[in-house]
């Protein structure tokens, strides 16, 4: 291990070292233009270059289909509660929202300022503890859309199977999942992730979405908030995150270079489960969330006694595992353990586990 700990931060979260060692070694100076990247136009010829680069490396990494446009967008996820309703609404006064956590009772707030958002599914009642059936969905044939957020970092519950809704566009919050794993983009009207859980720096927000999808808004949203003018525009209706852009473009090369989203997936499964099966062991840990809803990316859970909590997290400082306390409106703790997350530190954490229960059982 070359950094001095091991990060398990939800968000801005980890990076892979090579890639900051790269901006590093590029900072003052990149590829022998005298300039950083955070100092040249954005309209310039190496900009550009970046910015097309980082845009092939993503859909070809999540293989997105040709009729999808790529959006290099700020105002992250939050933005995107109330961008969405504002550009596919299309005349239409409602939109399903199946309630997982906290990010989808953010965004059916902001909804509830454009439309009548209608709750598909919830399970609130239940503490956001698994994402539900498809046979508990009641869907509107006239909603604009169907929402669901794919990953809820929060409660660390995430959906692996994807809803079906017939003729009405799936859109969907990926901020915590995305390019986590394959995903089969065709199945999506929308989907959209800021870049600071597991792709790159904050400021950066991906937009994904299918062509038909662009131009229905009534009324025309502000120019900035306009998917169809932003696409028009290659993203470029004003200065973009450049910096943030770069930082991705060198993770989407990161990416490629360790075999892909199937390589990402199968480590990801692998880290996932030598946490789970650490926590499952002994009954001295509680993990929430159900077995087919739980999070690869975010492993929640709670000691016996909420007192532990600081000795536990003292603990794992000394063995240099930082950021693993829970949300602070949920309690308990949480690793997020995003692709940039070595297995050699799920390791250790797993075994921290283990020992802390073995004193304190
Ligand atoms: C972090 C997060 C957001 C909010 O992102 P911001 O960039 O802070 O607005 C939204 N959705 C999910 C699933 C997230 O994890």
Redesign the pocket.
């Known amino acids: 291990m070359s950094r001095a700990v091991y990060n398990f931060s939800p968000?801005p979260a980890t990076l892979p070292e090579s890639v900051l060692r790269q901006a590093a070694s590029e900072m003052l100076d990149w590829n022998g233009t005298g300039v950083s990247v955070m100092e040249m136009s954005h309209r310039g010829k190496d900009f550009l270059q970046i910015h097309a680069k980082a845009q092939a490396d993503l859909r070809e990494l999540l293989a997105i289909p040709d009729n999808y446009k790529i959006l290099f967008l700020q105002g992250?996820?939050?933005?995107q509660f109330m961008q969405v309703p504002c550009n596919l609404l299309g005349g239409k006064t409602s939109a399903d929202y199946i309630v997982t956590g906290e990010?989808t009772q953010r965004a059916i707030k902001e909804a509830a300022r454009f439309c009548e958002p209608k709750v598909a599914a919830s399970t609130q009642a239940e503490g956001f503890t698994r994402f539900p059936k498809q046979d508990e969905l009641k869907l509107n044939k006239k909603a604009a859309y169907v929402y669901y957020?794919m990953?809820?970092?929060v409660h660390g519950v995430e959906s692996f199977d994807i809803p079906h809704t017939g003729n009405v566009p799936l859109v969907s919050?990926i901020?915590?999942t995305f390019l986590s794993r394959p995903l089969d983009v065709s199945r999506f009207g929308l989907i959209y992730g800021?870049a600071?859980?597991n792709i790159g720096p904050?400021g950066l927000?991906m937009v994904i979405v299918r062509e038909d999808l662009l131009g229905i808004a009534v009324p025309k949203p502000p120019s900035i908030l306009d998917y169809s003018l932003m696409a028009a525009s290659d993203s470029m209706l004003n200065t973009p995150p450049c910096f943030a852009i770069y930082m991705a473009g060198l993770v989407f090369e990161w990416l490629k270079s360790q075999g892909g989203l199937a390589k990402m997936q199968a480590n990801n499964i692998a880290k996932a489960n030598l946490l789970y099966s650490a926590l499952d062991e002994s009954s001295f840990y509680r993990v929430p969330v159900q077995q087919d809803s739980r999070s690869r990316m975010n492993v929640v859970f709670f000691l016996p006694d909420e007192r532990l909590n600081d000795e536990f997290i003292a603990g794992a400082k000394q063995l240099n595992l930082v950021n693993i306390k829970g949300h602070k409106v949920f309690g308990g703790m949480r690793a997020s353990i995003y692709n940039a997350m070595p297995i050699a530190g799920v390791q250790l954490l797993a075994n921290y586990l283990r020992e802390f229960a073995k004193k304190h059982g």
């Open positions: 968000g992250g996820g939050s933005q990010w957020c990953n809820e970092t919050d901020s915590s800021g600071q859980k904050a927000t």
